[in-house]
């Protein structure tokens, strides 16, 4: 078909200036600044232009008065594995707020970043996802999980894995000290892993090896395995989660302060909820756990070490200043459903036992030999939680998953925590303003993981957009009922196309993988 120069003039004419324009809306731009009234207009995935935009056209248009708009959050902490490959769209995160995540966390990834990268990039995504390659991931592909120092020959064979992580566009390397079998690695090999990471830029994240008696240790290994890698320093979902310690807080603050005064990029995130959620197996002395469950078995049905084990989990127990297993509640155990949302303690009672700790110990035991849960633990201090959340370099983050909606007792931090921080820590106790709050949940982690043009509205930038009422968003999730969605962001855009509209999903796909930028 040809056409006249009559009706390619009028075909011009006709277009748009705009994908989508949305008009008067309260711009909370990621910064930290006050907010202001402007338009903004989006095309071919970027914000194209920020103002009076009067006069211009769109394909669609959203009248945004009385609403703020702000960029779209950024979880920097989050275990999507495994979920994100049944919901690509990423239906609880997208609810939330959230437009991208960063996985790979706590040590934990997959080891063929490239081929994952691929595999989810053709699945049709709902959310940006980053990862970073994870220790525990390499020392298990070289090492299995044994309990043992590394030689300098597996160092070596770690150091090429994680360097392939790297090229592959891992933004950085992650450890989860407290699991197997990053529990059994020292420091040196951390700082050697570090330094392969380094290379190539980007983030050492850390899930810290303590985070109750030697929690001031645990930070300055932390610092130390980023600086001598040449990283910036993430220290995961920073807490203090022991009961005795309750308050102490002001000192590790203090401790993350004192080092970037001496020009350490070190940040924190953090969850805004007083409980964690973590497996089973830390209840046990990590030495138990060493090799796989064939030995985790043989090591039960011996009864001269199952008396150590028992004896030391009751010291890890006296130590944490917990009178009994009541703060550990069941999320997931797909062998006995109706032990989801109870605690050890009811678990045991379940079971016709009298309470005593040397039962609930009994109990824990069993459900490990039947292959072990995921747990939610009752083990952090409210004033500790607000003290972290005011301190200016915690971001917020989840440390949840891309959930498949009425399937176990999952922490509520995978569907409200967002929502959470507007609605709780915002909107209520105005713990935070609003301006700072999105700057957490924004140009914060953007900066931290190098996500140049994310974080911020501005033009040229991805239009990764929320619009919503900051005073309507509200979480729904709790720990009694998790599965419900947070309400209130009405417009969730993710590189320019519409994901959310009106508050219900679409059937879009405008995520992408996001790799890893040299710097």
């Known amino acids: 078909m040809r056409f006249s120069p009559f009706v390619l003039c009028a075909i011009t004419a006709a277009a748009a200036d705009f994908d989508v324009l949305i008009r008067q809306a309260k711009v909370v731009d ?61 239906d609880n995160y997208l609810l939330d707020g959230v437009t991208t995540v960063v996985t790979g966390n706590c040590g934990g990834s997959y080891a063929d970043l490239g081929t994952w990268f691929s595999r989810i990039d ?70 050697a892993l570090s330094q392969a990471a380094g290379k190539f830029g980007g983030v050492y994240a850390s899930h810290m090896r303590d985070e109750g008696p030697q929690v001031m240790e645990a930070i300055e290994e932390a610092i130390k395995a980023g600086r001598e890698g040449g990283l910036r320093v993430q220290l995961s979902h920073f807490k203090i989660d022991n009961r005795r310690l309750w308050g102490k807080s002001d000192q590790s603050i203090a401790l993350v302060e004192k080092y970037r005064t001496l020009g350490v990029d ?80 009811d678990i045991n009672l379940m079971k016709g036992r009298e309470k005593s700790i040397d ?49 176990g007792m999952p922490h509520p931090r995978s569907y409200g925590t967002n929502a959470r ?21 924004t140009s914060l982690p953007a900066r931290t993981f190098n996500f140049r043009d994310r974080g911020v509205i501005r033009e040229g930038l991805a239009a990764d957009l929320l619009l919503f009422d900051p005073a309507k968003v509200t979480d729904l999730s709790t720990y009694e009922r998790p599965h419900q969605y947070t309400v209130g962001f009405d417009f969730v855009l993710v590189n320019g196309t519409v994901m959310v509209a009106d508050g219900q999903l679409t059937d879009a796909h405008g995520g992408r993988v996001l790799r890893h930028l040299p710097e």
């Open 30 to 90: 990621g910064t930290g600044n006050p907010w202001f009234i402007a338009d903004v207009g989006v095309k071919d995935g970027r914000i194209a232009a920020i103002g009076r935009l009067a006069g211009k056209t769109a394909d669609r248009e959203i009248d945004a008065r009385g609403r703020a708009l702000s960029p779209g959050f950024i979880d920097v902490h989050t275990h999507i594995e495994g979920g994100i490959e049944k919901i690509p769209r990423g």
């Open 122 to 191: 053709q699945m049709g995504l709902g959310l940006n996802v980053a990862s970073l390659i994870g220790h525990n991931t390499v020392r298990s592909e070289v090492m299995g999980t044994s309990f043992k120092k590394a030689t300098p020959d597996e160092i070596k064979k770690m150091q090429e894995l994680v360097e392939k992580g790297m090229r592959d566009g891992a933004v950085g390397f992650s450890t989860g000290l407290i699991y197997i079998p990053g529990t059994y690695s020292d420091t040196s090999e951390v700082v």
């Open 266 to 345: 070190v940040v924190v995130d953090q969850y805004p909820y007083d409980r964690s959620s973590t497996n089973l197996g830390i209840t046990l002395p990590s030495w138990a756990l060493a090799d796989g469950s064939m030995a985790i078995a043989e090591r039960l049905k011996s009864a001269e070490t199952r008396a150590r084990i028992v004896a030391e989990m009751k010291e890890m127990l006296s130590v944490k200043g917990q009178p009994d297993y009541s703060y550990a509640a069941v999320a997931g155990f797909r062998q006995e459903p109706a032990y989801e949302g109870k605690t050890i303690s």
């Open 359 to 407: 039962n609930e110990v009994e109990t824990i035991l069993e459900l490990m030999a039947a292959g072990g849960a995921q747990m939610v633990y009752r083990s952090m201090g409210e004033s500790d939680v607000d003290r972290i959340m005011k301190y200016a370099n915690t971001a917020i983050a989840s440390d949840g998953g891309v959930r498949e909606f009425g399937v």
């Open 421 to 441: 921080v507007l609605a709780e820590y915002v909107r209520k106790r105005q713990v935070l303003t609003l301006e700072d709050a999105v700057r957490r949940m």
